[in-house]
């Protein structure tokens, strides 16, 4: 593994032992007496009707998706935000024949947010923004 | 300061030492921060609703509470329901926490003072930040409490959501300023208040606010705070949490706020420069003056990102909640074709190199516009760009501009 990686994994050792070493102090500490009652999920104060996992509004699941496909196509900006500024990138574009210039590269990212706009105007005229 | 241990012991041991000093500093910011924040929120809300807030703890002020509070919160009873999933319930702090320390790891506090220098660290944090909810997700899930399962889908929904635009808003300063380094974002716009990215062009100034709005929401706060929305849902997804496993959450909730807050700095704020460049020439005298410099703009840093924070309080007490599908409607039908649009509009400005109030306000030639089109700078000089030490980056800048 490279050097580079040190840090992030100092900070999650770092953090991991505080978190941890603190809910075992309070493990420690705290009292532990434990009833049926205080072991019922809350409702308030009534006794607990049905089981908590059951089911819910498709909405959800749906908004899931939609964020699936809007997200992982939005990253593709990002690469493309570096790459527009970097002569690698450019030199790149220019080896594969392109004639790099101003437009193509507006041109390139206008093509894509037109994509995912018409992907949104379907969403939405599918209804998946209205709740009902 | 690897430079400064590798003169004593091999590289790795000095990359290490390093990673561990400034791991060591950044937990103990995180800390302090959260214990600062929940006190502030306090007193602000007590200002807010007529009320004191805290008066007695610790003297003047009650600025102990927040540690009593969690002293307190130590000795209590560590609770799961009978139906939980054992496993996730006691999993889901950590999750949520983890994330929000590991996004403090890349933000900068001054020029090179971050805990690890990545290239890419508008990206991680973005990255990082969205996986906070899944700690929120699996609380809610796991708790076995129909509350708590509201409460989690619904952060789940609401969360998902605002990834988009606030993607969407990170990459226009990232496509301004050609590398999705911060501390380079942040070098870029040294000088004076006109170099900030939010003064670059109008769309840049509408999609700050955008920016806010989603990252109020991704955090999780009033008026977006429907996982917890404890006048409906009791609290939410940590209904059935108690003990410092509850406090977890809290903890994250505030420290993302810092986070969020201070990537906002930076990314249109300038960052550690000032509105007025009055440390540029101690920076440029080296020696013990650049540490007094770079220790001048981490407070200035702080007090900006604290300034956010403190915002996103105000907004928490005064704003009435929204409801699920109106939080939706917001993100899909508002913020996202906003961001879009100025995305598109802050492109076209850039590429038809239209002004910015820095080329005529700035009385500094060789602070001013730094922020240029990269295009432009390459085919001035065609040298090679590596983007990867910010104050090279900005030497360069300004020797171009002489």
């Not at chain 2, 030492?17 to 809300?45: D, Q």
């Not at chain 2, 708790?143 to 509201?150: A, D, E, I, M, V």
């Not at chain 2, 990537?263 to 003056?289: E, M, R, T, Y």
């Not at chain 2, 924070?309 to 105000?314: C, N, S």
């Amino acid at each position: 593994m490279s050097l580079i990686y040190i840090p992030l994994v100092a900070l999650m050792l770092f953090a991991a032992a505080m978190a941890v070493g603190m809910i075992a102090v309070g493990h420690f500490i705290g009292p532990r007496r434990s009833t049926p009652v205080k072991r019922m999920p809350y409702e308030s104060g009534m006794d607990p009707v049905h089981d908590a996992r059951r089911r819910f509004d498709i909405h959800f699941h749906l908004i899931g998706i939609l964020f699936l496909l809007f997200d992982v196509e939005l990253l593709f900006l990002y690469p493309w935000a570096v790459a527009r500024a970097n002569p690698e990138g450019l030199d790149a574009l220019a080896e594969a024949g392109w004639a790099v210039d101003r437009g193509l590269i507006l041109g390139e990212v206008l093509f894509f947010l037109v994509l995912l706009a018409l992907g949104w105007v379907y969403v939405w005229r599918r209804g998946l923004l209205r709740w009902r | 300061m690897a430079e400064f241990f590798a003169q004593y012991m091999p590289a790795w041991g000095a990359y290490l030492l390093t990673a561990l000093i400034s791991v060591a500093l950044l937990l103990a910011v995180v800390g302090l921060g959260a214990l600062f924040f929940i006190w502030a929120e306090r007193k602000v809300a007590g200002r807010i609703q007529d009320r004191l807030g805290p008066t007695r703890t610790g003297g003047k002020f009650g600025w102990l509470q927040s540690l009593a509070d969690g002293i307190k919160l130590i000795t209590k009873e560590d609770l799961a329901p009978a139906d939980a999933d054992r496993l996730l319930f006691r999993l889901a702090p950590y999750v949520s926490l983890a994330p929000s320390y590991a996004a403090l790891l890349a933000l900068p506090f001054a020029d090179g003072w971050v805990g690890w220098e990545i290239n890419t660290s508008v990206f991680f944090l973005l990255a990082i930040l969205g996986l906070e909810v899944f700690g929120v997700i699996l609380a809610g899930y796991a708790s076995g409490s129909k509350w708590s399962l509201f409460g989690g889908m619904r952060q789940a929904a609401q969360v998902v959501s605002y990834e988009v635009p606030l993607g969407m808003c990170g990459v226009i300063p990232v496509f301004l300023c050609g590398t999705m380094s911060l501390t380079t974002i942040g070098n870029m716009q040294a000088g004076w208040a006109t170099n900030w990215l939010i003064f670059h062009d109008p769309f840049t100034f509408m999609v700050f606010w955008v920016y806010f709005t989603c990252a109020v929401a991704s955090v999780n706060r009033a008026p977006f705070d429907l996982a917890e929305a404890e006048s409906e849902l009791v609290a939410g997804f940590h209904t059935e949490y108690s003990g410092l496993r509850w406090s977890f959450f809290f903890m994250a909730e505030y420290n993302s706020m810092f986070v969020v807050s201070g990537l906002a700095a930076v990314l249109f704020f300038g960052g550690w420069n000032g509105p007025v460049p009055i440390f540029a020439s101690w920076k440029a005298a080296g020696g013990g003056w650049e540490i007094v410099a770079d220790l001048a703009g981490c407070l200035n840093f702080i007090g900006k990102a604290v300034l956010g924070v403190m915002v996103m309080i105000w907004v928490r007490w005064t704003l009435p909640r929204l409801r699920i599908d109106q939080v939706i409607t917001t993100c899909l039908k508002y913020c996202v074709p906003l961001a879009a649009f100025c995305f598109v509009g802050a492109l076209a400005w850039q590429l038809a190199s239209l002004p910015s109030p820095n080329d005529w306000l700035s009385p500094d030639p060789a602070g001013r516009a730094a922020v240029r089109e990269p295009w432009v700078e390459r085919a001035e000089d065609g040298a090679e760009r590596s983007g990867t030490s910010g104050a090279e980056e900005l030497a360069r800048l300004a020797e171009d501009k002489r």
